[in-house]
């Protein structure tokens, strides 16, 4: 597992925005080996979804042989709801880049069999050829996409009812009103992102510094999912120094010694 610490949340989103186009170019797709990409909603990839909008809109960088794959979406909530994670990523990432809208998958919240969506999701992922780079971000009780604490490490895409936690914390897109976010949703599993070739993990802000502790320096726990990535043999955690504020002072250096050391190397087109 790797740490990458900058030092703002405006660091992360280019450094991590930069990784992508990175790993994209680098794979050279076409149209017999298209990238596929996992991709997380809530305000923490947003910096980097503008990035990639600005690499796309100077011809850096096409997403014409990549197809995506998002993590979550609500279930119940109307598609074209400002806070539905369909409208958030057309309005952040989809509407402003080459990508074709067939290559778009996201969890269709409202299907009439929401068992057999999920199901029809995994297929999709295995008929893609599995995810090259799955990004997420984490909630601040440590959960990834919406796998809640108790969620199963081996879990594959299903329907999760929200803790009362992620409402809460997820209240703030809908005007605060608690009552206003929808109690469940459609969510790959644990077990989707470890399938994954490589994940990265988008972290900031100090509200998230216990969940990047128990992440980094605590052992693999069903109550804080993302310690499942501690199993992936590619993980990479991208964060602020708002967010190291739980970690030990040894571990934070020794990350940033080796970030020192190592990143052109294991990132040979990264800036
Ligand atoms: C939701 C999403 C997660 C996301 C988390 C954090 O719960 N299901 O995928 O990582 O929010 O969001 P934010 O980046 O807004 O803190």
């Known amino acids: 597992m790797r740490l990458v610490i900058k030092d703002t949340s405006d660091d992360v989103s280019l ?5 992508v186009k990175a790993r994209i170019l680098e794979a050279k797709p076409d149209h017999r080996k298209y990238f596929v990409l996992g991709l997380p909603t809530g305000g923490t990839p947003k910096g980097m ?14 997403f ?11 279930v119940g909530l109307d598609r074209d709801h400002p806070e539905s994670y369909h409208s958030f990523m057309w309005e952040n990432l989809f509407k402003h880049i080459d990508i074709h809208p067939d290559n778009v998958n996201i969890l269709d919240g409202n ?11 995994e297929k999709k992922i295995v008929e893609a050829g599995g995810i090259d780079l799955f990004i997420g971000g984490i909630g601040p ?14 879990s594959k895409t299903r329907v999760k009812t929200l803790n009362k936690e992620t409402i ?18 459609l969510t790959v ?3 989707t992102i470890l399938d994954a070739r490589e994940v990265m993990i988008l972290i900031t802000g100090s509200h998230k510094a216990l969940a990047l502790h128990y992440a980094i320096e ?14 992936h043999p590619k993980a990479v955690f991208v964060c602020d120094e708002d967010a190291t504020l739980e970690l030990k002072v040894k571990t934070v250096k020794y990350f940033k010694d080796l970030m020192t050391l190592h990143d052109k190397s294991i990132t040979p087109n990264l800036g």
């Open 15 to 19: 450094w991590s925005a930069l990784y």
């Open 111 to 121: 299907a009439e069999n929401l068992v057999e969506e999920c199901n029809g999701f």
């Open 189 to 191: 599993g644990v077990q």
């Open 64 to 74: 014409k042989y990549v197809k995506t794959f998002n993590m979550d979406e609500y």
């Open 141 to 154: 009780d440590g959960h990834i996409a919406f796998n809640e604490p108790g969620s199963s490490l081996v």
């Open 168 to 185: 809460v914390a997820n209240s703030r897109f809908f005007g605060g009103r608690e009552c206003d976010v929808p109690t469940q949703a």
């Open 218 to 231: 605590e052992g693999i726990n069903h109550m804080w999912t993302v310690t499942a990535l501690q199993q």
């Open 49 to 62: 979804y503008l990035e990639l909008v600005k690499m796309c809109k100077a011809g850096e960088l096409s």
